[in-house]
Nanobody, 125 residues
Framework: QVHIVESGGGSVQAGGSLRLSCVAS????????MAWFRQPPGKEREVVAT???????DYVDSVKGRFTISRDNPKNALYLQMNSLNPEDTADYYC???????????????????WGQGTQVTVSS
């Protein structure tokens, strides 16, 4: 049975930092493309950052230079270090895993993907 559990969300003032973590189980983690999605209140979901099986990363333009995605395969873990947060980063953040690589701008996973339950991030001005 697949489990993906996120942690690290919370409330922070603009300019602050948060580190999101997720731990996965129930599948061969090192074979999966991992990503963080987010969905701001009343807006569409978007992929924020992706990391391939070989560690190659990609980011949506709005977070480049502020967010860093990383993975620890032996621990089946994924991280998102978020710095210089602003109110536009307020959203529910989701850890995801997919056997297929994500296209830039993707809003969903393939039929072989898994979602975590999400963690809320609130940035106040």
């Amino acid at each position: 049975q697949v489990h993906i559990v996120e942690s690290g969300g919370g409330s922070v003032q603009a300019g602050g930092s948060l580190r999101l973590s997720c731990v996965a189980s129930g599948f061969r983690y090192d074979r999966y493309y991992m990503a963080w999605f987010r969905q701001p209140p009343g807006k569409e979901r978007e992929v924020v950052a992706t990391i391939d099986r070989d560690g190659t990363t990609d980011y949506v333009d709005s977070v480049k230079g502020r967010f860093t995605i990383s993975r620890d395969n032996p621990k089946n873990a994924l991280y998102l270090q978020m710095n210089s947060l602003n109110p536009e980063d307020t959203a529910d953040y989701y850890c995801t895993a997919d056997l297929l690589p994500l296209a830039r701008g993707a809003q969903s996973l393939s039929a072989f993907g898994y979602w975590g339950q999400g963690t809320q991030v609130t940035v106040s001005s």
